[in-house]
C-alpha cells in the first residue's frame, strides 16, 4: 500500500488462524504452502479497494506470513503455548514479518 502500512488482520481471523495452527494438519500445510489461501479460510478478506490489484500478495500471507525458505511451522503446542504473544503480533498492521512463535526452533 502506498503509505507502507497494510490493514489489520481482525481479531476473529487471528483467533481462527490460531485455533487452525494450533490443531488442524491440513491448515498447517496450507499455510506454510500458501498462506493467503490459509487466510482467507480463516474469515479474511482483502480491503475492497486493493481487490483485483496487484498489491494482493503484499496485502496478504503471500507478503506477510510467508516464511523464510527453510523455516518450518512451530508445533501444534508451541503456537498453543504462544498464544497471547501471536494474538498480539497478528493484529498489528500487515507487513510485518512472520511472528518468531510461529516459527520452529
Known amino acids: ?3 507502507g502500512k497494510g490493514p ?3 481479531r476473529k481471523v487471528v483467533n481462527k488462524l490460531l485455533d487452525k495452527l494450533s490443531t488442524d494438519d ?4 496450507l499455510f506454510q504452502d500458501d498462506p493467503h489461501a490459509a487466510l482467507v479460510e480463516a ?3 482483502p480491503p475492497e479497494d486493493t481487490q483485483g490489484t496487484d498489491d494482493m500478495a503484499t496485502l ?4 506477510c506470513l510467508t516464511m523464510a525458505s527453510g523455516a518450518t511451522l ?3 503446542e508451541d503456537i498453543a503455548a504462544q498464544r497471547d504473544t501471536l494474538e498480539s503480533a497478528l493484529t498489528l498492521p500487515f507487513q510485518f514479518a512472520c511472528p518468531a512463535a510461529l516459527m520452529d526452533r
Open 43 to 45: 474469515g479474511w478478506t
Open 1 to 3: 500500500m502506498a503509505n
Open 60 to 63: 496478504s500471507g503471500g507478503g
Open 74 to 76: 512451530a508445533s501444534k
Open 26 to 29: 491440513d491448515f498447517r500445510a
Open 8 to 10: 489489520k488482520l481482525d
